[in-house]
């Protein structure tokens, strides 16, 4: 005999297993749970989002990756167009200095040759030695000329003018008294400006003056 309250029971759990039941899902004819289209419309819809997303980002690395290698390619370019530009500007400064060269030696070739002239008539020895020195004195002249065409021009150095270390070379000193700062006793040697760039100083003799206070302490 069946127990009434266990087929109560029965059918209360049937009814809350019902209850949870999916809204988008029915029982087909054998019991088995299937969705109903409107659920399956929604779930391919999904799909087909997730897979526009997913082609999405696939096509923005594509992208990425192919902007970097243009990019890779463009900066290779620049660089080697730069290595192309820094050769060819090499090119043209040693050009430039060779045909300064080429130019300058030119013109130097003139005063050699009338120091040549000059040493073929000594040996010679049909002209004056007078004639011969006022030929190479007007060659100096001449040489001097070419040199101040390319910049170079000497320095204004004369005795007592103050003794300035960037411009003059001490190669001698020499205390002298009365003297409120360093003199030039005797320039040796000429100092030469190329441009506004020193050549080379001026060697000079250097009056230097003496120290009263050191010479009363010794004293």
Same mark, same amino acid.
């Given at each position: 005999? /069946?127990?009434?309250?266990?087929?109560?029971?029965?059918?209360?759990?049937?009814?809350?297993?019902?209850?949870?039941?999916?809204?988008?899902?029915?029982?087909?004819?054998?019991?088995?749970?299937?969705? =109903?289209?409107?659920? /399956?419309?929604? $779930?391919? &819809?999904?799909?087909?989002?997730?897979?526009?997303? &997913?082609?999405?980002?696939?096509?923005?690395?594509?992208?990425?990756?192919?902007?970097?290698? @243009?990019?890779?390619?463009?900066?290779?370019?620049?660089?080697?167009? +730069?290595?192309?530009? *820094?050769?060819?500007?090499?090119?043209? +400064?040693?050009? %430039?200095?060779?045909? #300064?060269?080429?130019?300058?030696?030119?013109?130097?070739?003139?005063?050699? $040759?009338?120091?040549? *002239?000059?040493? @073929? %008539?000594?040996?010679? #020895?049909?002209?004056?030695?007078? !004639?011969?020195?006022?030929? %190479?004195?007007?060659?100096?002249?001449?040489?001097?000329?070419?040199?101040? @065409?390319?910049?170079?021009?000497?320095?204004?150095? !004369? =005795?007592?003018?103050? +003794?300035?270390? &960037?411009?003059?070379?001490?190669?001698?000193?020499?205390?002298?008294?009365?003297?409120? *700062?360093?003199?030039?006793?005797?320039? +040796? @040697?000429?100092?030469?400006?190329?441009?506004?760039?020193?050549?080379?100083?001026?060697? /000079?003799?250097?009056?230097?003056?003496? $120290?009263?206070?050191? /010479?009363? $302490? &010794?004293?």
């Amino acid at each position: 005999m /069946v127990d009434p309250r266990r087929t109560a029971k029965r059918g209360k759990t049937h009814t809350s297993i019902s209850r949870r039941i999916p809204i988008d899902a029915a029982p087909d004819d054998e019991g088995k749970m299937k969705p =109903v289209p409107e659920a /399956v419309e929604r $779930d391919e &819809n999904v799909e087909d989002e997730a897979g526009e997303i &997913n082609g999405g980002l696939s096509e923005l690395e594509e992208k990425s990756e192919l902007e970097k290698e @243009q990019l890779r390619e463009r900066i290779l370019r620049l660089q080697a167009e +730069f290595d192309n530009y *820094r050769k060819r500007q090499v090119r043209d +400064f040693k050009r %430039l200095c060779t045909q #300064g060269k080429k130019e300058l030696i030119e013109e130097l070739l003139v005063v050699l $040759d009338n120091y040549s *002239r000059a040493e @073929q %008539l000594l040996e010679e #020895g049909d002209h004056p030695l007078k !004639e011969i020195a006022e030929g %190479l004195i007007k060659t100096s002249g001449q040489l001097s000329d070419i040199l101040r @065409q390319e910049g170079l021009h000497p320095l204004d150095v !004369e =005795v007592n003018d103050p +003794f300035d270390p &960037n411009y003059h070379e001490a190669m001698l000193a020499e205390e002298v008294a009365d003297l409120d *700062r360093d003199i030039i006793l005797e320039v +040796f @040697q000429k100092g030469y400006m190329l441009g506004d760039e020193l050549l080379r100083p001026a060697r /000079v003799k250097v009056g230097k003056s003496i $120290d009263h206070s050191s /010479v009363s $302490d &010794n004293g």
